[in-house]
C-alpha cells in the first residue's frame, strides 16, 4: 500500500499503478457476501450456483469494486478524489482464482481549476484473463510552489 502522495505535475501518461493481488477463496466469498448483506446463493451455495447455470459460486459486485477502488486510492493518496468509476463485471471470481487489479495513466488535463487524471483501470482472473475493464477519473492536488 502507498500512503505517499501523487501529484498531479508528476503523473505523466503510461504510468502504471502498482498491482494488488488478491486470491478468492470460500472463507472470503462467504464473509463479502456476509458483510455486504448479499444473500443471493450463487456466492455462497455451490449447488444453487450450478443450478442457476454457474460452475460455482463466484465474489459479487461490491468486492470486485472494493478493489478497484483500493488499487486506485492507494495509489493516488490521501489528497486524491476519487471522481469517476465505471467497469463492466464480464467474468466471474471462483474460489481458487487469483484477482489482479491494475491500472494505467491514459489522460491528464485541467478543467475548470481540477487538475484531472484519467485511468483506465481492470481486475483479472488466472483463468480467463481481464474480467473486469473500467475507467476512473481522479483529482490530484499539483505539487506547492517551491517543490513541497
Known sequence: MNRQQVYWDEVAVGDELP???LDINVKR????????QDWYPVHFDPAFA??????DVFMNT????????????????DAGFLKRLAFEMRRQYRPGDTMVCRG??????EADGAALV??????????EGIA????ATIILPRTAVGGG
Do not use: C, Y
Open 19 to 21: 498491482e494488488i493481488s
Open 29 to 36: 466469498l462467504f464473509l463479502q457476501a456476509s458483510g455486504a
Open 62 to 77: 461490491g468486492f470486485v469494486q472494493a478493489a478497484l477502488v483500493r488499487l486506485i486510492t492507494d495509489w493516488m493518496g
Open 50 to 55: 450450478r443450478k442457476a447455470g454457474h460452475e
Open 104 to 109: 494505467k495513466v491514459t489522460a491528464k488535463k
Open 132 to 135: 473486469t475493464p473500467g475507467e
Open 118 to 127: 484519467f485511468l483506465d483501470v481492470w481486475a483479472e482472473n488466472d483463468r
